[in-house]
């Protein structure tokens, strides 16, 4: 029924595409280094997506059927090269099969039409190999396009749409990037392309009318640009349009902690974030309640946060926290810091509880409000003070050990309160009594010394 036969073509219009079917050694020929060459007429645009090759049914009396349950794999049972000119955009595709063939096989892809109204679409194929000597191993098929609705009735001048691709921030030009151009309604992948080093990708021999334009993926470390389709327009030789993308950003948590007590979160530290270049990027990023901060939106780089205003109570720390935001990483960064306690100062002053004079030379124990030693030896200057420095926030008291000559101990703590954050030094006041002493008169006779005199009255 078909013996010879090689190829044959045949094709049909389905709206803005042409389907085309290709039979291949109907005539079941065993033949090796099996290549089917397909040049399509340049006003269409081949649809790469589209094409299947199928195995076959062959019934008793020659009959051919396609079965599609035996649909070859790409890159496996065939390739397909498609070449497309980089200045005209014309199109053709070598397809070559793995293996000898001895069955028939069936080739169906899509073209869009890239034609007027009433123009004529054509497919040629030639199908070589090894063994074939025949000459009938060529097909052809014309199609007249019919459109409706005005599609395809322009003026059938065609031009190029080139896409660049650019950071939205520095407009470095992006490569890795791949779009998609839509025909008007969104239907119809006409083409794919990535852009390359030059943050470019060019689709020519396109007729002059709307596209819509589809980001499929981004460059490494970006989000996608559009984010659903847009529509571009071709109207002249040369067309441009420029997509921003912006960098995949990433984010910073700070928790601020007390320098001894890490469960103890601060609030209210104010810091300001800092790039590799020193620039200030970010100001009054203050930790809350639970002593946390996230900032957001830190493109790819180095920073660092500097403390600019303390934790109430809290001694400022100005030394630099670095961290770092990866490149198309959308992890969160996790960084503490910690503040130390500010210290304030204590000062006693002994005084005579009865003159208000200061006494020198008094001995002093500092405690902790449970009675615990925390220094001893403080001695009363000249001035009658004791000072002592660096005390944390807290209660304490200063409890007599030793009185100052001629005076009582007195051995009652003193308490005091170092208060966070307080404006400063704290002062306490201690006073003791002198030591009571005694006279004795005797009242004698002043020739007789032996004789006692009673009942004499002094003041």
């Known amino acids: ?113 890239n034609a007027v109204n009433g123009d004529t679409v054509s497919n040629s194929t030639q199908l070589d190999g090894k063994e074939i000597t025949s000459q009938s191993t060529s097909s052809g098929e014309s199609i007249k396009v019919r459109l409706t609705g005005g599609s395809g009735s322009g003026s059938g001048e065609k031009g190029s749409l080139e896409v660049v691709k650019t950071d939205s921030l520095t407009d470095e030009k992006l490569a ?25 990708v060019i689709f020519n021999n396109l007729l002059y009318k709307d596209y819509l ?36 950003t990433g984010s910073v948590k700070l928790t601020k902690l007390d320098s001894v007590d890490s469960s103890e979160r601060l609030e209210g530290a104010v810091y300001s974030i800092k790039d590799s270049s020193d620039n200030v990027v970010k100001t009054n990023v203050t930790t809350n309640s639970n002593g946390e901060v996230v900032v957001n939106n830190l493109r790819p780089g180095n920073y660092t946060f500097v403390e600019t205003k303390a934790p109430f109570g809290y001694v400022l720390d100005t030394t630099p926290i670095e961290f770092a935001i990866a490149f198309n990483n959308s992890e969160r960064v996790n960084v503490e810091a910690k ?22 030379g008094a001995i002093f124990e500092l405690q902790d409000e449970n009675g615990n030693s925390l220094l001893k030896g403080l001695m009363t200057q000249q001035t009658g003070q004791i000072v002592v420095e660096d005390l944390k926030p807290g209660n304490y008291q200063f409890v007599e050990t030793q009185p100052a000559f001629g005076y009582e101990l007195n051995s009652t703590p003193i308490p005091f309160t170092i208060e966070k954050g307080q404006d400063g030094v704290t002062k306490v006041v201690a006073t003791n009594k002198l030591t009571p002493g005694a006279v004795e008169l005797v009242k004698v006779d002043s020739e007789d010394a032996t004789l006692y005199l009673e009942n004499a009255v002094f003041e």
């Open 1 to 113: 029924l078909n013996g010879g036969e090689y190829t044959d073509k045949s094709g049909e219009q389905k709206g803005e595409k042409i389907e085309w079917t290709v039979n291949l050694n109907y005539g079941q020929s065993s033949v090796s280094d099996v290549v089917l060459t397909d040049t399509p007429s340049s006003n269409q645009i081949l649809l790469e997506d589209s094409f299947k090759v199928y195995g076959t049914n062959v019934a008793e009396n020659g009959q051919v059927s396609v079965d599609v349950e035996q649909q070859l794999k790409a890159g496996e049972d065939y390739t397909l090269t498609i070449n497309t000119d980089d200045n005209t955009g014309e199109q053709s595709f070598q397809l070559k099969f793995s293996s000898p063939i001895s069955k028939p096989y069936v080739l169906k892809y899509e073209s869009y039409i």
């Open 176 to 200: 890795g990037a791949t779009f998609t151009l839509y025909d008007s309604q969104g239907e119809i992948a006409i083409k794919s392309a990535t852009t390359d080093e030059s943050g470019k």
């Open 213 to 248: 334009l589809k980001e499929d993926n981004a460059p490494v470390g970006y989000n996608v640009g559009i984010d659903d389709t847009n529509k571009v327009t071709v109207n002249q030789e040369s067309n441009t349009v420029t997509i921003k993308n912006d960098i995949i």
């Open 339 to 360: 503040n130390t306690l500010q210290t304030f100062n204590a000062e006693l002053t002994k005084k005579d509880v009865d003159s208000g004079e200061v006494i020198p």
